[in-house]
């Protein structure tokens, strides 16, 4: 690859992010940790950082490190200035499951394919941190829910994208499990598997047909 000695200094950060993601794609777990460090410390902006952390989460979750996944990806999300707690309360379980339901009425499942896609590129790196917080499945507390609720949230005030599809799949699984409301999961999960034919939303689509056998 070629070195970054040699590429135009207002194209250092790109193509650093770019040499790092062919980095991972053909090391997988073993790309070189200095790699990705070095992807972070040329970070000069919040949305750099979060870029350069989503990237080192995903490698993290390879490896089986799902909790320092967890921080990582929690970390880059306060970058965004989205606050997520590692281990929710009560309280706010209940906050995000209201704004969650909110958020269905708006998104309309039944024509999910039509609504608006997301263009805010920092809440494209925002979701995909969120959807990397799946590690929590692993974990026995209520980030589990909060961080599909979250996608589904910022999905009907931003626009879907390809995340949307993992969200609105495992949120319903989620309430399934957590409110027995089976009908609203499996509406859920048949509208991420939906918008997943979409042609650019195919990278979840495997997750969320996985969801919908689990509620239907």
Not at 47 to 69: M, N, P, S
Not at 87 to 98: F, H, M
Not at 148 to 165: D, R
Request: glycine share 6%; net charge negative; proline share 2%.
């Amino acid at each position: 690859l070629i070195a970054l000695a040699d590429v135009p200094a207002s194209y250092v950060w790109d193509f650093a992010e770019l040499r790092c993601t062919l980095l991972v794609e053909i090391h997988g777990a073993a790309v070189d940790d200095a790699e990705l460090e070095s992807l972070r410390s040329l970070a000069a902006s919040p949305l750099q950082e979060a870029r350069a952390i989503r990237l080192k989460a995903a490698v993290l979750i390879l490896r089986g490190k799902f909790e320092e996944a967890i921080e990582g990806a929690l970390w880059g999300l306060h970058c965004l200035g989205i606050c997520v707690p590692r281990r929710p309360s009560k309280s706010e379980i209940d906050e995000g499951y209201k704004n969650m339901r909110t958020a269905l009425a708006t998104l309309s499942l039944e024509n999910i394919s039509s609504y608006p896609r997301l263009q805010d590129k920092a809440i494209v790196v925002a979701m995909d941190l969120l959807a990397t917080l799946q590690a929590s499945f692993f974990s026995d507390d209520n980030l589990k829910f909060l961080h599909v609720a979250k996608i589904v949230e910022l999905s009907a005030i931003h626009g879907v994208s390809e995340a949307t599809c993992y969200g609105l799949a495992w949120c319903g699984v989620a309430i399934a499990s957590e409110y027995g409301d089976y009908h609203t999961a499996l509406a859920m999960a048949e509208a991420a598997v939906a918008l997943s034919h979409e042609t650019s939303f195919q990278g979840y689509r495997t997750s969320a047909l996985v969801a919908l056998d689990q509620v239907s």
